[in-house]
């Protein structure tokens, strides 16, 4: 099959989303800032992280082959720290972001504008609990099953095994 126009074939955008100052709401980003190190010999992937709305995405994703965003969700049904792969197509599961835009949306807002939208999409959510206040420090609960959110990840979806990742070596929430 052939690339659209813009497409960038067999590139995958690895995105990082949510608030880095609503602490856990902050871990897709933290996750997709950790991987990008580990990634850096891959030719074939591009980390970005973003704190913006849903809507501002479509600019973003265009031109990229796949797809795989990471945020946090709080279902309340699974402990925080499950790293969950996303139906993008289930409404009750992905509930519209704070800005009343779900993730839902991107791939028919980015078509109606014309711009060529990845082909694969995967969506990762990271169950969390509600944040309740502004910090850059992820709870407890999250900062425990970082590394393995981060392994989880990185074998889901690039096929790779980066042995122990250490918590206190690579996560940026962490004081020095």
């Known amino acids: 099959m052939e690339s659209g126009y813009g497409e960038i074939p067999g590139r995958t955008l690895l995105l990082g989303l949510g608030n880095p100052i609503l602490g856990d709401d902050g871990v897709g980003w933290a996750v997709v800032e950790l991987l990008s190190g580990m990634l850096e010999h891959r030719k074939d992937v591009v980390t970005v992280t ?8 479509p600019d973003t994703i265009s031109g990229f082959d796949r797809l795989v ?17 996303v139906d993008i197509g289930h409404a009750d599961v992905l509930p519209p972001s704070q800005h009343h835009f779900s993730m839902r949306s991107i791939p028919g807002l980015t078509r109606a504008l014309g711009l060529p939208c990845p082909r694969t999409i995967r969506i990762y959510g990271i169950e969390i609990n509600p944040p309740g206040e502004y910090g850059t420090e992820l709870s407890p609960a999250i900062r425990a099953r970082f590394p393995l959110i981060a392994e989880e990840l990185m074998a889901a979806e690039f096929g790779e095994n980066p042995g122990k990742i250490h918590r206190e070596e690579n996560l940026r929430h962490e004081q020095d």
């Open 69 to 85: 965003a990471v945020d946090s969700i709080t279902t309340g049904r699974f402990e925080p720290g499950t790293l969950l792969e």
């Open 50 to 57: 973003a704190s913006v709305s849903p809507v501002r995405l």
